[in-house]
């Protein structure tokens, strides 16, 4: 058997050189039939050559232009079945099944169309020479798998305060989640507690402060036992917020009835001063003091029931109804918010900027803040102290993360303001433990929140030399210094953080870890205390131990950070993993327009901005190439993906 060989044929499939392809050819050469040398070599260059061309085309005419390098499927095909091989149709339809579009019968058919006594049939060298047009050149080094942000360094229980290890360790143990969760919601509960009661003054002679109240974050997917976990770390709260509302009902039940005794003496004090009045001769004075009393009486019985009780917790109160809160509670409460996107949606409406303003001036926990309303009158809140906890899912925050990272009044710092904010890295699966909790440890952590409420640790303030007072006499405080070597070790940290945050250039991951300045000593108070309550601590000054406590989690805190901040840090990275997830798995396809895939309005691939931003990123990683093409007269930008993804 013999087949003729054409001049483009010779080009696929003998190595020689193009001077000898430019003689012409007075008769067509004669081959003998392929030997196994040759059809080993032949089905090698011919899969090399297919790995650089897109099966994913429209079908065509049966030509190749290499002007359009679009419509090339059917020619692909034929010239495929052009060739003497008895794989061929094997090999064509292997290339044919990449696409999306393939269809068996479709493949059939044009398979069997195949005519090779064509005067002109499309030889295989057409298909070396599209596939040298689409083989991209220059791919930068290909990165695989892709660069993510650093690892977050495992979790250590040393960023635990001691005191709460035993149970936190438990929760931890038997729901198999990161001691993240616990230790955030723990440490944001405590410092509720304390609030500006107490506060730490970093410096020897500065009368800067920092009050305890915390603001904390756990981010996680759906199922992450999240929820159920922190609730357990939150339990110590509500239990004092239920008991604190079981003795205000009776409080209040006693306060009612001694109202309504006291109008009934209002009563009398003012007929009493009536008739004194009706006799213009006699004396009012005793009446009018009477009254006077009386009157004073009711007046403060009806302030004690507008305030309440005390509170340490609130859920979902309107914004005006927690300044209230805030107002009868001016040593601060807990907020907290399971799924707290919803505030976070609240808070970027429209009319809502007096809300917003609110909580930037609640963190600092001794801000203040007036609501003038007509009808209600000015509320004035002269210390707004509140410490807020929640949880999200990490999509939901990427909205509030791009907002803040830009210009306008997402960039005001409320989310920097989130500084116990844990963002634990994906696990595998969940292991299966069924152990009973540790009673004991759980006892002890109760009792730790009870003295905390109970201001166990105030024993530190009447020793020997006392302890200086701050602050207005109806809501006055306790400051604390560090010891010397917790003051040494604090003002080389102090030093250190200073040259960090000069040296970020990314504003908004800048102005996050520039708080770590009040973090810091927040976090070393909320541990002297919460040892005091304890009993573990005995001394009047903040320890060593606790600084280093502090600066330990401030570093597990700034990895976390960054992995928050990453698509502000590199804006190309969020974008670029999106478009790597689609392109492995096969949705965004070679020679693809970047109109295309911003017009599908994919997560994180629904802007022109981040498409050309995520495309760029990969570029840069050799993933693929960027290519500006003519279609109908308009230029368009496609990629074209390196062929070493296909391996």
């Known amino acids: 058997m013999t087949k003729k060989v054409t001049e483009e044929m010779l080009r696929a499939i003998l190595p020689v050189e193009e001077s000898c392809l430019e003689r012409p050819m007075q008769e067509p050469l004669v081959l003998a039939a392929p030997n196994p040398f040759y059809e080993q070599n032949m089905v090698e260059e011919v899969s090399a050559a297919l790995a650089q061309i897109s099966s994913d085309v429209p079908r065509g005419n049966g030509s190749i232009d290499l002007d359009r390098c679009e419509d090339y499927w059917l020619g692909v095909v034929w010239a495929i079945a052009g060739l003497n091989v008895s794989k061929a149709k094997e090999i064509a339809l292997e290339w044919s099944k990449q696409s999306d579009r393939f269809d068996s019968q479709g493949f059939e058919d ?34 695989l798998p892709l660069p993510s942000s650093d690892p977050l360094p495992p979790f250590p229980e040393k960023c635990v305060p001691p005191s709460f290890r035993p149970w936190l360790r438990d929760v931890a143990f038997r729901m198999d989640i990161p001691l993240e969760y616990v230790a955030a919601a723990s440490l944001v509960a405590a410092s509720s507690i304390i609030g500006r009661r107490a506060a730490v003054r970093p410096k020897i002679k500065d009368p800067w402060e920092e009050h305890a109240n915390l603001w904390g974050l756990v981010i996680a997917q759906p199922g992450e036992l999240k929820s159920p976990s922190t609730a357990l770390a939150l339990k110590p709260v509500r239990k004092l917020e239920r008991d604190a509302r079981d003795k205000w009902n009776k409080e209040e039940s006693d306060l009612r009835k001694n109202l309504s005794l006291l109008k009934t003496y209002e009563s009398v004090a003012k007929n009493q001063l009536k008739k004194v009045i009706e006799k213009e001769d006699a004396p009012g004075d005793v009446a009018e003091k009477k009254l006077a009393s009386v009157n004073a009486s009711i007046l403060e019985v009806e302030a004690r029931l507008a305030k309440g009780g005390r509170r340490y917790l609130s859920n979902d109160a309107t914004t005006e109804k927690l300044a209230e809160l805030c107002q009868a509670n ?26 917003r303003e609110f909580f930037l001036e609640a963190w600092s926990g001794d801000g203040e803040h007036s609501y003038d309303r007509i009808g209600r009158g000015t509320l004035y809140i002269p210390h707004v102290c509140l410490s807020l906890f929640g949880t999200i899912q990490p999509g939901k925050l990427d909205n509030f993360v791009n ?126 205390l919460i040892e005091a309550s304890a009993g573990t601590v005995t001394t009047q000054e903040i320890s060593l131990e606790a600084v280093e406590f502090a600066i330990a989690l401030c570093d597990q805190l700034e990895a976390h950070a960054k992995k928050l901040w990453l698509s502000a840090i590199d804006p190309g990275i969020v974008p670029a993993r999106a478009m790597a997830d689609r392109i492995l798995s096969g949705v965004i396809y070679n020679r693809m327009s970047l109109s295309q895939i911003q017009q599908s309005k994919w997560s994180k691939l629904s802007s022109v901005e981040d498409v050309r931003l995520g495309a760029d990123q990969l570029e840069s990683w050799g993933w693929l190439k960027q290519a500006v093409i003519e279609t109908g007269g308009r230029r368009s930008t496609i990629i074209q993906l390196n062929p070493k993804l296909r391996l």
């Open 110 to 143: 044009a398979w069997n169309s195949f005519d090779p006594s064509h005067d002109k049939p499309i030889g295989f060298g057409s298909v070396i020479a599209l596939a040298n047009r689409l083989r991209p050149s220059g791919f930068a080094e290909l990165v």
């Open 330 to 355: 001016p040593y601060g409460l807990l907020v907290s918010r399971d799924e707290i996107a919803g505030w976070f949606e609240t808070l970027t409406k429209s009319g809502k900027e007096g809300d």
């Open 403 to 528: 907002s803040a990272g830009k210009d306008g009044k997402g960039a005001d710092g409320l989310l920097q303001r989130f500084q116990i904010l844990l963002y634990p890295d994906a696990r595998g699966p969940r292991k299966h433990v069924d152990e009973s909790p540790k009673e004991a440890a759980e006892n002890k952590y109760a009792e730790i929140f009870q003295n905390l409420a109970d201001e166990k640790w105030k024993f530190l303030c009447t020793m020997e030399t006392g302890i200086p007072l701050a602050g207005p006499k109806d809501s006055s405080y306790y400051y604390f210094h560090f010891d010397e070597d917790a003051q040494s070790r604090a003002t080389e940290w102090f030093i250190a953080l200073e040259s960090k945050i000069s040296s970020i250039v990314e504003h908004a991951f800048k102005s996050h870890i520039a708080k770590y300045r009040g973090l810091m000593p927040r976090l070393a108070l909320n541990y002297f």
